[in-house]
């Protein structure tokens, strides 16, 4: 099924390891530090600092896309957007009881105060953003 939306834009995403994925995308919504934020062709110029959680790439056939990233850049810069990832990874990678894991670990962590407490909240945050995308891949699995 094709994609309600009809302008495209190149799409670019970087890990330090690689090149995980360039294409031609409708859509993409990332997590920024802030928030999600969604970028369509045409899109003002934009330079947003990456937080943990899902980015989620519609091509222009309708197939949706998703990675995990955690940390960096993302760009959106005459039709095309960059991402920088320190960490990224394809959801359908994720295996769920490691991300439980890193949760678990990142909740054992001691309770600091300043820095360390932020540093905490932040494992906290991106753990928890993993375990909920490979969550709902394990269900997208399912329902096939």
């Known amino acids: 099924m094709a994609s309600k939306y009809q302008r495209k834009f190149s799409l670019e995403i970087y890990s330090p390891e690689q090149k995980v994925l360039a294409c031609e995308a409708v859509c993409v919504v990332f997590p920024a530090a802030d928030g999600q934020v969604g970028v369509l062709a045409n899109h003002a110029p934009l330079l947003a600092m990456l937080g943990a959680g899902a980015v989620s790439v519609e091509q222009p056939d ?6 995990y990233v955690a940390r960096g850049f993302a ?3 005459e039709n095309t957007a960059v991402i920088l990832a320190e960490k990224c990874q394809p959801a359908g990678t994720l295996e769920l009881e490691q991300a439980r894991n890193e949760l678990q670990t990142a ?3 001691p309770v600091g105060a ?8 932040d494992q906290i945050n991106a753990a928890a953003a993993k375990v909920n995308l490979a969550q709902r891949q394990r269900e997208k699995a399912v329902v096939k």
């Not at 309708?62 to 990675?67: A, N, T, V």
């Not at 300043?114 to 905490?120: K, P």
């Open 75 to 77: 760009q959106m810069l």
């Open 62 to 67: 309708g197939r949706i896309e998703e990675y």
């Open 107 to 109: 909740h054992d962590l």
């Open 114 to 121: 300043g820095q360390a407490a932020r540093q905490r909240l």
